[in-house]
């Protein structure tokens, strides 16, 4: 199916909610009707075939009295859900009492097994049938939604029973996540939310899912992954992810499975997620898909993962999260602190304003350290994470912790406005604990930001894509390793730097520094000053004193109980292209030649008015 096939749908779900919805509901509650009916009309088209066999089957259960039925109920539906009711959703259209299409509803939606029964609490669903039924508007929205005019089944619907002619196109699992991601978008979009929230372009994800799996494709053997996303919203990277490695087996030959991870805190988001695993077929998936804040309620706690990928939420507060934790200053989460070589205990906490380099550290904590590939990380963060905070902060501290641990490949600067929540750069950081030996303590800086494709029309704010050949350019830059003008390869210590404090002592009338009784300098408060000094700075810490400090002031010394650590990337500073500036004569000449402009219009209006 293609784009436009899914837009059809998209557009005849959107009007629904025009025709059915305007006058019973704002705007901006129209999602709770629509989101969760989308997800119970794929799921009922997913069940018609095998209707009769699972009645069948729990009357014999229920004669035998069985009483945990499920399991073999969805063993005859031939899916990881079913459901139990005399009813499909075409069978409550001839409902026309408004109390018995009530009754017969939440029978149909009872029916189903206790993976869909979550999804239909987190969408809250059953709140609104008791609205619809009061609008009479029920009945119209089942109708339409099991319209002959849009096809949610997995199966091609032909023109008649020759079957040579389609009518309307199968709606696949990928098109069926496609039609959801587009659903949300608009609805937030209409809302103005974010949808950058809960939805991260295709574009960006499959750059981001061949940058986790291309450079060890060689590597990959007849086995068995793990994926884990601990922001995973409608779990659309897991998904691509997951297509990505089976593509990859097959081009090599190999035999491998994979298990999805996740974990995700907007019920809403969370049910869509659950639901998609639900309809690939495959409960267990389901199963790992956790309910709540990865920060504060790690799902996924004694789990180590062979590749991670994540967009997590970023300039949004963790302060909630840090009070359920017992206060910022009380967390001892190992995940987010460690400790020096000297035992000092080291905190990598941000501040509450800003959690995502949290979600980075909770991935760190989660690889696995004794398989030949390690674990590989792929994660986009915006600018903030590459400077934000001063050394020793816990910004700070956890780029210090993330560098000296020699964990980041690379970072790639994305072209602005390539998200739909944000116009800003968004930069895809890189990390695995098991580098190859030429990038074995470096760190390579990719500037993406020109490699772009304008969209003919804007997404919320996303006004440019990454095509398939850019995508494709992109990852040859970062395979090659090649220094070029977008391309700049560092050693590690090159973003590191200390954070001193200089003294100078009280001088007296001669220019003498003044002692105490130990013969100690008596420090001038109103002279002592920080400095910046690279690691890369020849001499270190006291060959920028010879060279910079003392020069100016002799008795200048270092404060050694004040150094501080810190590490910042700046793609500014290593990518900057200047402009080139106009001479002086350009400038002049320019300026003659609008005096003369100037002085004819001035002629012509002058003499304009003498006339």
Known sequence: MDNQAHNTI???????????????YVRGKYRDVILPMTVIRRLDTMLEDTKDEVLNMKNKMDLA??????????????????????????????????????????????GFSPNVQEILEKFKFRNQIQTMIDADILGAVIEKFISPDINLSPKTIYKDDSKKDIRLPALDNHGMGTVFEELIRKFNEDNNEEAGEHWTPRDVVELMADLAFEPIRDKIKDATYSCYDGACGTGGMLTVAQDRLLELAEDTNKKVSIHLFGQEVQPETFAICKADMLLKGDGEQAEHISYGSTLSADGNATRQFDFMLSNPPY??????????????????????????????????????????????LNNVAKMKKDTALGSRIVEVHNASSLFSGDAGSGEGNARRFLIESDLVEAVIALPESMFYNTSLGTYIWILTNKKEDRRKGKIQLIDATSMKSQLKKNMGKKNCELTPDLQAEIIRIYMSMEESEFSKVFNNDEFGFWKVT???????????????????????????????????????IEGFMDDEVRPYAPFAWVDDKKIQIGYEMSFT???????????????????HAIEEETDGILSDIVGGRNE
């Not at 998209?10 to 019973?24: E, K, P, T, Y």
């Not at 460690?338 to 995502?356: E, I, N, V, W």
């Not at 007296?508 to 910046?532: A, H």
């Open 65 to 110: 009295g069985i009483s945990n039925q499920w399991p073999a109920l969805c063993n005859t539906a031939g899916q990881a859900f079913c459901n139990s009711s005399p009813f499909l959703l075409r069978d409550l259209t001839s409902r026309a009492k408004k109390q018995t299409l009530k009754a017969d509803f939440e029978e149909y939606l009872d």
């Open 502 to 540: 200089v003294l100078q002592p009280q001088l007296n009338e001669n220019g003498e520094p003044l002692k105490d009784k130990k013969g100690m300098m008596i420090v001038n408060k109103e002279k002592s000053d920080t400095e910046i000094i690279p690691f890369s700075y020849a001499g270190g």
């Open 573 to 591: 500073k290593y990518f900057y292209k200047s402009i080139k500036l106009r001479t002086m004569e350009e400038i002049i000449s320019e300026l």
């Open 315 to 360: 300039g949004k507060s963790w302060k909630t999260d840090a009070e359920k934790m017992g206060g910022k200053k009380d967390i001892l989460d190992s995940r987010f602190n460690t400790f020096l070589q000297d035992g000092t205990q080291f905190s990598m906490l941000p501040k509450t304003s800003d959690g995502q380099l949290l979600f980075l």
């Open 10 to 24: 998209v557009s005849f779900i959107w009007g629904i909610a025009d025709d059915c919805l305007r006058d019973v």
